[in-house]
């Protein structure tokens, strides 16, 4: 196999590359990878693989967040036919991703690897360096009642875009509560609400805590492809372990219910303790592990 550096002329072979491995991928296109930056931002690392035949089988990259008010993370995406994930074409890659980063200090490589990933390769990204920092658990909640909290004093608003000031906050409070976390990357206002829904997207909506004019929680939902599921569940470093996030969090469940949604869905990181704990407290359990992220640190 030949391992060469991406350029523009392999963007369409890449394309077909990742609907094949990814047929549910319904937002891959051309079009859409040259919007990604992957063609015109130097500080991203790309190579395409291919076969003795010249077909493409694999392609990595690896992107760097440059907000300077956020740690530096390079997210490394690996997507390889079979036949690619070999050691001798998995190894010297993941060493050249070392290189772009080695004399960043505080700079975390990471990669994320589904439960679809090929089970080979775990053991390489293991032998390179990286350890595992968690796992994205699947969660389900089945009943017949929504067990609602009370929220006080807390004032709940049911947001779906329009304000500049209200997603102005949404933003500065999710960039504020996630930024120690790391690998959940920041927001900006101008992505809040974009332009083309999602495919598959019908419904979309933020439950708001407000004490008086601060926002102080926030849980946000979605229906997509007839599943209702909960984003994430945020409340300010302030309010934790206090009523906030338990009263937007069941409110949302509610919204999704009163649509004739029974079996609702969601996701927590293996580190979120104070969310598992909250999520059992309402009924929630745990179903599958999806996804397990894998740090290298430099």
């Given at each position: ?36 930056g ?10 395409v ?7 493409l089988?694999g ?31 998995v ?24 439960d ?11 032998a390179?360096?990286f ?18 909290v ?13 304000s ?7 933003v ?22 974009p ?8 419904a ?6 407000w004490?008086?004019?601060n ?71 745990r ?6 992220n ?5």
């Open positions: 196999m030949r391992v060469v550096p991406f350029a523009p002329e392999h963007i369409e072979a890449v394309t077909a590359l990742w609907l094949e491995l990814h047929p549910d991928w319904t937002w891959v296109t051309g079009e859409e990878f040259r919007k990604s992957f063609v015109i931002d130097e500080d991203r690392a790309g190579f693989i291919f076969d003795e035949a010249g077909r089988a392609s990595a990259f690896g992107s760097a967040t440059r907000d300077p008010d956020w740690p530096r993370n390079r997210y490394l995406q690996f997507e390889l036919k079979p036949e690619a994930v070999r050691e001798d074409i190894s010297p890659l993941l060493a050249q991703m070392a290189e772009a980063d080695r004399q960043r200090p505080g700079t975390w490589q990471v990669i994320n690897l589904s679809k990933a090929p089970p080979e390769l775990t053991p390489m990204i293991l390179a360096g350890e595992q920092f968690d796992a994205s658990t699947r969660m389900e909640w089945k009943d017949e009642v929504v067990p609602l009370d929220p006080g004093a807390l004032r709940i608003e049911l947001y779906r875009g329009g500049e000031a209200t997603d102005a906050a949404i500065d409070l999710h960039n504020r509560a996630y930024r120690p976390m790391r690998l959940v990357s920041p927001i900006k206002a101008e992505y809040l609400w332009k083309e829904p999602w495919p598959g997207l019908t979309r909506e933020y439950v708001l805590g004490e008086g004019e926002l102080v929680g926030y849980a946000e939902w979605f229906i997509v492809n007839d599943e209702p599921l909960i984003n994430s569940i945020t409340a300010a470093r302030s309010h934790w372990g206090t009523h906030v996030a338990p009263a937007v969090g069941t409110r949302a469940m509610q919204q999704m219910f009163d649509l004739g949604y029974r079996h609702l869905f969601s996701s927590v990181s293996s580190r979120n303790t104070a969310s598992y704990k909250l999520q059992y407290r309402h009924g929630w359990r179903v599958s592990e999806n996804a397990r894998y740090v290298r640190r430099f």
